[in-house]
């Protein structure tokens, strides 16, 4: 899918991906400083993030996501058109994030165009991606779509008199594993999400070993601090590979089998309430 170049119309659709999740001080008084925790499982005994913080004079407030879909960074990195699109989307992203201020972002899926990227150097890009959320201290979750480890394809520009451009790679790739790096291969996703992952601000988790190639399956669980000394969750927020790319694009039953099984341990019952705030 390519991005609009028209970017009133971009912000204006990204303003309508936020999402709110009301939040109630459990004692009853007003809230002058309160603390939303996000905590993920992936598997038991999975460590802990550290909390998020959100201001509020009031009894109950609102913990306000950002969702980013369909970035597709490094679109057509060949041309003049597909470097100025990521300009866009990064000046539209910071636009919106100044604006709606969220306490959370959730980038979901195809953030880069990885069949258009000829080099192991994926990252990078994704890396541009997030870097509006990073920059403001936000911090985020990602899942993987269909074009984030899509196999190089070969642009029929290529074979014209202008032939295959030249390989971005750093002066001094001297070394075998330098020179292996520089060619024509990407970057899996098992490999974007290691390099995400490094990020103090991501909440991004690889999943359970036995639902790969799937990588992108976790959950997080928003908690209230407030009064509560159990930290119960008030939302419980699922990421699932959808799977294309490099494997087929499918939601396997072996996701499946996984989310029921999250579901019974973190929410059995379906004893979870979430009261939606307003806009």
Not at 10 to 19: D, K, T
Request: charged share 20%; proline share 7%; glycine share 6%.
């Amino acid at each position: 899918m390519h991005r609009s170049s028209v970017s009133s119309l971009v912000a204006h659709l990204l303003r309508l991906l936020i999402f709110q999740i009301s939040v109630h001080c459990f004692n009853g008084d007003r809230c002058d400083r309160r603390e939303v925790g996000v905590h993920t499982s992936v598997l038991r005994g999975a460590p802990e993030p550290p909390s998020l913080h959100v201001s509020s004079s009031h009894s109950s407030s609102s913990f306000k996501i950002a969702l980013f879909a369909d970035l597709h960074y490094g679109e057509d990195t060949w041309t003049p058109w597909g470097p100025l699109q990521d300009v866009g989307s990064t000046r539209v992203m910071g636009n919106v994030l100044d604006f709606e201020i969220p306490d959370f972002v959730v980038y979901l899926g195809d953030v880069i165009t990885a069949n258009n990227l000829a080099i192991a150097n994926a990252s990078l890009y994704w890396d541009q991606a997030i870097s509006p959320t990073r920059s403001r201290g936000i911090p985020w979750a990602s899942v993987f779509g269909n074009h984030d480890d899509a196999p190089f394809e070969w642009p029929i520009q290529w074979f014209s008199p202008a032939g295959i451009p030249p390989l971005r790679c750093s002066p001094d790739t001297n070394s075998s594993s330098q020179r292996e790096e520089c060619n024509f291969k990407g970057t899996q996703r098992l490999e974007l999400m290691e390099s995400e992952i490094k990020n103090k601000l991501s909440y991004s988790r690889i999943g359970p070993t036995n639902l790969r190639p799937s990588i992108s399956n976790y959950v997080l669980q928003v908690t209230s601090s407030d009064g509560d000394p159990t930290h119960q969750p008030i939302a419980l927020l699922y990421f699932f590979d959808s799977g294309g790319g490099s494997y087929p694009q499918v939601i396997s039953s072996a996701q499946a089998d996984w989310f029921e099984k999250m579901a019974q341990k973190l929410n059995p019952d379906l004893r979870l309430h979430v009261n939606r705030g307003r806009r």
